[in-house]
C-alpha cells in the first residue's frame, strides 16, 4: 500500500510535462480522456477506484479551476483464464474484433472481453476490459471499439496486439529505464518514440 502514498508525491512533478506537448500542438486542453491502466489485479481494483481515479481529478485543478474534463479509467487484464469460442460447423477461435459483454461478465462491474488478435495455432486468449471510472459519456459500443482501435496503433508490429498501444508502449520504456538506462530520459525525448 506504499503506491497511495507515494503518488500524491509524484505526480504533481510529472503533471505538467505531461500537458506540455498536447496543449502547444491542439492549443486547448482535451475534452476528454480515456486511461487504460495496466498491471493491476483483481485486488487492487479498489484501490484504482478509490485512490488514483480522485488524485488525476484533483491534478486537473492544477491546470485551471475551470478545467474539469470528463474521464475514463479502464483496467487492462491480459493473464487471464477465460477462453472463448466460435460455434461455426466446428468450435473455432473467434474472429478478431469479438467482443464479449454478456453472461460471462461480472454482474457488478462495467467490464468485457475483447479479442483483438487473430492467432494460427492454438486458442486466442481475450483481454479483459474494466471500466472503474467513467465520466466520459461512451456508450458501452464506443468504449468496446476505441479499446480495439488502440491494438492496432502498435508501430513495432503490422497487425494488432493483446492490450491496447499505450499499455505496451508504457512496458517497452518502463523495461528500457529500469535495465538500460537506469536514470530518467532526457526531457527532449519526452515526444519522441526513442524507446521503440
Not at 504533481?12 to 498491471?39: E, K, S, T
Not at 462491474?109 to 483483438?116: E, G, I, M, N, R
Amino acid at each position: 500500500r506504499v503506491w497511495p502514498r507515494v503518488w500524491p508525491r509524484v505526480w504533481p512533478r510529472v503533471w505538467p510535462r505531461v500537458w506540455l506537448n498536447p496543449v502547444q500542438i491542439n492549443h486547448a486542453f482535451p475534452d476528454r480522456i480515456v486511461v487504460f491502466r495496466d498491471g493491476v489485479g483483481d485486488g487492487q481494483m479498489a484501490t484504482v477506484r478509490d485512490y488514483e481515479v480522485r488524485q488525476l481529478v484533483e491534478c486537473f485543478k492544477h491546470l485551471g479551476d475551470d478545467y474539469n474534463p470528463r474521464m475514463a479509467m479502464v483496467i487492462v487484464q491480459k493473464r487471464i483464464s477465460t477462453r472463448v469460442f466460435y460455434r461455426g460447423q466446428q468450435l473455432d477461435n473467434p474472429p478478431p474484433g469479438t467482443v464479449v459483454d454478456h453472461t460471462v461478465t461480472r454482474r457488478d462491474a462495467y467490464d468485457f472481453f475483447l479479442v483483438s488478435q487473430h492467432v494460427r495455432q492454438g486458442t486466442v486468449t481475450p483481454t479483459h476490459y474494466t471500466v472503474v471510472h467513467d465520466t466520459t459519456g461512451f456508450q458501452a459500443n464506443h468504449m468496446q471499439r476505441l479499446a480495439y482501435k488502440m491494438t492496432h496503433m502498435y508501430y513495432n508490429w503490422p497487425g494488432t496486439i493483446r492490450a491496447p498501444a499505450p499499455c505496451q508502449y508504457a512496458h517497452k520504456l518502463a523495461f528500457l529505464v529500469g535495465q538500460s538506462l537506469q536514470r530518467d530520459p532526457d526531457r527532449k525525448l519526452s515526444d519522441r518514440l526513442f524507446f521503440l
